[in-house]
């Protein structure tokens, strides 16, 4: 019962550090998309290109969880978003951006579908509305956080990028520190 408190709790914490980066992410890109002078239709290409991403992610993570396992998994997304985010702020151009939006998409889907199986498979009928419950919280408290985040550096700087990678990476901490298969 304790380990699987634990590990429930590792992963919560996990996924609240995604979401501080993701909301930063997404706030970060619209605002410096403007900045950079991409025009409304480029921006717009940009922005939903996430959820290209996202749609492939979905479908292609648990085959990849089932041959390899959840934390793994968690790992590698987790690894691959932190690094992508990070060519954000060395090319800036809109259709390279797209293209790593797209591969941030399917990395975050990929980390929901972990996070969201992984809680079904701890839960029981009696908990499971529950902890759901407690996801989606710290799901959107997250990202809500994340969005305030840009007002902690200079969107026309690198830094904030450099945040949301950290912040991503550390995510990986509390689920590769969990000893539960």
């Known amino acids: 019962m304790y380990a699987a408190i634990v590990s429930t709790a590792a992963l919560l914490a996990g996924i609240a550090l995604i979401m501080l980066g993701n909301g930063l992410q997404g706030t970060l890109l619209g605002v410096r998309a403007a900045q950079e002078s991409f025009d409304t239709l480029a921006t717009g290409v940009v922005m939903s290109s996430y959820f290209s991403g996202f749609l492939i992610g979905s479908t292609v993570t648990s085959h990849i969880v089932r041959r390899v ?12 978003a932190s690094a992508a985010v990070l060519l954000h702020a060395l090319w800036v151009t809109p259709w390279f951006w797209s293209g790593v939006r797209i591969v941030t998409g399917f990395c975050f889907a990929g980390l929901y ?52 990678s950290v912040l991503v990476s550390l995510a990986v901490v509390p689920i590769a520190l969990t000893a539960t298969p």
């Open 69 to 80: 396992g959840h934390i793994r998994v968690f790992a590698a997304l987790a690894s691959v």
């Open 113 to 164: 579908v972990i996070t969201e199986s992984w809680l079904n498979d701890r839960a029981t009928n009696e908990t499971r509305g529950a902890l759901l419950s407690v996801y989606m919280l710290v799901t959107f408290a997250g990202m809500i956080c994340g969005q305030l985040l840009i007002n902690v550096g200079d969107t026309r700087s690198f830094e904030l990028f450099i945040l949301i």
